[in-house]
Antibody, heavy 121, light 107 residues
Framework: QVQLVQSGAEVKKPGASVKVSCKASGYTFTGYYMHWVRQAPGQGLEWMGWINPNPNSGATNYAQKFQGRVSLTRDTSISTAYMELSRLTSDDTAVYYC????????????WGQGTLVTVSS | DIQLTQSPSFLSASVGDRVTLTCRASQGISSYLAWYQQKPGKAPKLLIYAASTLQSGVPSRFSGSGSGTEFTLTISSLQPEDFATYYCQQFNSYPLSFGGGTKVEIK
């Protein structure tokens, strides 16, 4: 069965960076784009970007809002995707999800359990 | 950027009710729309994609319709486990975007 297991909760100071991991199992990691979506406390969902994990690609697509601050990478040898967000502010306090593209980019069909990132001085 | 507006924001209903949730796009998105269900403290769950295709394993009481700018998610007979927040998401153009959600509560 498809599983996406994310790294644990993080507490960061303003201005710092955070890197969240997402280990995939139960499917061919390199065959499906991986999205990252975040959700601030009590708020809705916000798409951040995707990465194509294919060994011959690694292409990314970021929401303009996060351009220059977010970096999506992957390690195909361990079927793991990463999201790094820099220059954190309190507005970045949120649960961050990795989520597998359904295929054909028409939906997101499997989600990680979420990683809470708290930014506080 | 494409904005998705969901209505109503809150819906109070009883078990067995037929409920219809709406998602309107600020510009045409063909059928590139998905619906998700999210329960407190959990990740979203895919219900519908391509506006009307039921995801595998999702009960048939859920259905989706629409194209262009107006879409609906219908639950034919609300069950206790359906009380949750529902989000739409468009895949027509970047940045991908979500609606603000509809929270379905028990009357």
């Amino acid at each position: 069965q498809v599983q996406l297991v994310q790294s644990g909760a993080e507490v960061k100071k303003p201005g710092a960076s955070v890197k969240v991991s997402c280990k995939a199992s139960g499917y061919t990691f390199t065959g499906y784009y991986m999205h990252w979506v975040r959700q601030a406390p009590g708020q809705g969902l916000e798409w951040m970007g995707w990465i194509n994990p294919n060994p011959n690609s690694g292409a990314t697509n970021y929401a303009q809002k996060f351009q220059g601050r977010v970096s999506l990478t992957r390690d195909t040898s361990i079927s793991t995707a990463y999201m790094e967000l820099s220059r954190l502010t309190s507005d970045d306090t949120a649960v961050y999800y990795c989520a597998r593209d359904h295929g054909g980019s028409q939906a997101i069909d499997f989600w990680g359990q979420g990683t809470l990132v708290t930014v506080s001085s | 950027d494409i904005q998705l507006t969901q209505s109503p924001s809150f819906l109070s209903a009883s078990v067995g009710d037929r409920v219809t949730l709406t998602c309107r796009a600020s510009q045409g998105i063909s059928s590139y729309l998905a619906w998700y269900q999210q329960k407190p403290g959990k990740a979203p769950k895919l219900l519908i994609y391509a506006a009307s295709t039921l995801q595998s394993g999702v009960p048939s009481r859920f259905s989706g319709s629409g194209s262009g700018t107006e879409f609906t998610l219908t639950i034919s007979s609300l069950q206790p486990e359906d009380f949750a927040t529902y989000y739409c998401q468009q895949f027509n153009s970047y940045p991908l975007s979500f609606g603000g959600g509809t929270k379905v509560e028990i009357k």
